[in-house]
């Protein structure tokens, strides 16, 4: 085991034991679970050599904050749980909080300094359940809750918290059964070109219309789902379909608009990926030059061989390849001179915040350098005003979207924009230009 603590099968075993102790003495007993907050993020950038120190030091910072007759048990990835018998709520409230800021001091690993930031869950017995299963089954929604809850750190399992649990499973099912009659929608956002003032390409994004027809549901409230729950590979591939069969429908009307489709980390890593991805280039007949597939920069080093090997292929089937969120992860410049046919994509939180903020500035400045010394075409995403499409311009950006420019779009209405923005004088040249697009904003993640 790596971190030398008992495992899923022996913390049963203690919590039984706790169980019939506290009944025998009419005490309470507390079972506390805990995440480590952007984990994944760790393993993705730094690998999981450092992932793996990094679980090795932490149950001894746990072991600091709470008594030896308590039980600390690996409960999987990087869940810890932690059986705390003959405890009071405020005890364990105190202990939640030692923990937390034992985990909040620097762990040293090979050099390199890492702070890192838990949730935790906390169920109660006999308040909150009898046996093990139920116990650490609440501990886990309570948990989730925390992880939901800006700014908490800890959360205590109510009944309540049942009712989002229910309501996080029911999405789920909604959501494979909108992938399974194929109901997820595309809508096109433009990439506007400061060279040319032209749009020279789309953004697929996938919306999900609402059951009851108002609306559309946000891609925040369903992707995180489609990942955690596996459907995002599902979910991508009929993304890809939808958007090389509306590419092709253009293209019969002699409409030659380059198309960007997400990948996520998940499918990147998928081998099957540049084979599905070849097949539908047969099968639309569509110029893999007019495909660009965007890519997050801690994607390629999650799993960086096996990252590679999906670009190269992907690479020799001619289609392109973009970093997006460029700026706020840890790509190299020699994983950037690997890339073929890549274009970089400055972060919008960098763009939207960069005339207020001289460092988000100058790392945007930075961007649009390297790019450029590398014979790297870079799109500012995120542009939110006119200030900020002039300062792209100023710094010589080639290209930029937003919802300045416009929002995401249904494929028939991005073409009547696209020909106001083709028609029109530079956007930033015009006071006036943002029209029924003015105060949109654009937060959440797409796929």
Not at 291 to 300: G, N, R, V
């Amino acid at each position: 085991e790596l971190t030398e603590l008992p495992n899923r099968t022996l913390l049963y075993e203690r919590i039984e034991q706790a169980i019939l102790e506290a009944q025998r003495d009419e005490t309470t007993i507390a079972i506390m679970l805990m995440d480590l907050n952007r984990f994944k993020e760790i393993n993705d950038t730094l690998g999981h050599f450092y992932g793996d120190y990094l679980l090795q030091m932490i149950a001894p910072r746990m072991w600091e904050c709470i008594r030896q007759a308590d039980t600390i048990a690996r409960f999987g990835g990087d869940e810890f749980a932690v059986v705390l018998p003959g405890v009071e709520l405020e005890q364990v409230i105190n202990i939640a909080e030692k923990i937390t800021r034992a985990m909040e001091e620097p762990f040293h690993i090979e050099g390199n300094s890492l702070s890192i930031d838990v949730s935790i869950g906390i169920a109660l017995y006999p308040r909150h359940g009898t046996d093990s299963d139920t116990l650490l089954q609440h501990a886990d929604i309570a948990l989730y809750a925390a992880k939901k809850t800006s700014g908490a750190f800890y959360s205590i399992y109510n009944a309540e918290l049942d009712d989002h649990s229910m309501k996080r499973l029911m999405f789920t099912v909604e959501l494979r059964e909108a992938l399974k009659k194929e109901q997820l929608v595309l809508h096109y956002q433009p990439k506007y070109s400061l060279v040319s003032r032209q749009v020279c390409g789309v953004e697929a994004l996938v919306r999900w219309p609402r059951a009851d027809g108002k609306g559309l549901t946000a891609p925040a409230d369903f992707i995180p789902i489609a990942e955690k729950t596996g459907l995002i590979r599902l979910l991508t591939y009929q993304v890809l379909e939808k958007a090389f069969a509306q590419a092709a429908e253009w293209a019969k009307r002699d409409i030659f608009l380059p198309v960007a489709i997400n990948i996520s980390t998940k499918v990147l890593h998928d081998l099957d990926l540049p084979g599905h991805v070849k097949t539908l280039l047969e099968k639309w007949e569509i110029d893999p030059g007019t495909i660009t597939l965007e890519i997050t920069e801690s994607s390629m080093v999650a799993d960086p061989a096996l990252a590679f090997k999906t670009i190269t292929a992907l690479g020799e089937l001619g289609v392109h390849l973009s970093i997006d969120d460029f700026g706020t992860g840890y790509s190299s410049l020699a994983l950037l001179k690997r890339l073929p046919g890549c274009e970089l994509k400055i972060d919008k939180s960098l763009v939207i915040n960069m005339i207020k903020n001289q460092n988000d500035l100058t790392i945007v400045q930075a961007s649009i350098d390297l790019a450029r010394s590398m014979s790297l075409q870079v799109v500012a995403e995120g542009v939110e005003t006119r200030e900020a499409l002039e300062k792209l311009t100023e710094l010589h950006c080639e290209m930029a979207q937003g919802f300045y420019l416009s929002p995401p779009l249904p494929a028939e209405e991005v073409l009547a924009r696209i020909a106001e923005l083709n028609a029109g004088p530079h956007p930033a040249k015009t006071a006036d230009n943002r029209g029924v697009i003015a105060d949109l904003r654009l937060t959440q993640p797409t796929i």
